[in-house]
């Protein structure tokens, strides 16, 4: 079951010491509430709610990925997984980075089953072969609204580097309307 609310109170049993908490929900959960509350253990996560981003949004994203790499010459996988690489966000297991040796002859940015960003770090094995560390990034069909708002404007900076023609900020304004997304100018250093 998942579903939005809000925290309510908090408040300790003061015989098993144990705290509860209540949550106010916008969702009908009676049916679901009936069929769990017998139950002896549940597992219970509470994050902060983020909107979806857009399937637009990824759209969009993958029109100017076919831009770029028109312009470049480079494939459509490198490109995404360049942007990616620089733009997008780390898959984390158990809040730890993922990370993945290759050949260190393979281009990670070439690689069409999974978006790695390349690390300094190599290692040689008892043969002599020498592998780069990768760290792996998530796809961005994953991305919440903030994560796949910053991947675009870093792609739009791209494009626009590159002379690509990008929306209008008339149209990114509908954009950022209709998606629920805001795209943020960011200042380099």
């Known amino acids: 079951m998942e579903c939005t609310g809000k925290l309510g109170g908090l408040a300790i049993d003061y015989v098993s010491g144990r705290q509860k908490i209540e949550i106010e929900l916008n969702e009908d959960v009676r049916q679901e509430y009936d069929r769990l509350k017998d139950k002896d253990k549940l597992s219970v996560k509470i994050v902060q709610y983020r909107e979806k981003r857009s399937l637009n949004a990824n759209s969009y994203f993958h029109e100017l990925i076919g831009k770029i790499a028109d312009v470049t010459g480079q494939s459509n996988v490198y490109i995404k997984n360049r942007l990616i690489s620089e733009y997008g966000e780390y ?46 990034m998530r796809g961005s069909h994953t991305y919440n609204t903030k994560e796949m708002s910053r991947l675009i404007e870093g792609t739009v900076q791209e494009a626009k580097a590159l002379g690509i023609e990008t929306a209008t900020p008339e149209e990114i304004r509908r954009m950022e309307e209709r998606w629920g997304m805001k795209f943020e100018k960011r200042t380099t250093d």
């Open 91 to 136: 898959e984390r297991i158990g809040g730890n980075l993922v990370s993945l040796p290759l050949d260190d002859d393979i281009n990670a940015y070439d690689v069409e089953f999974a978006h790695l960003q390349p690390t300094t770090e190599t290692h040689i094995n008892s043969a002599g072969k020498v592998f780069r560390v990768n760290l792996v």
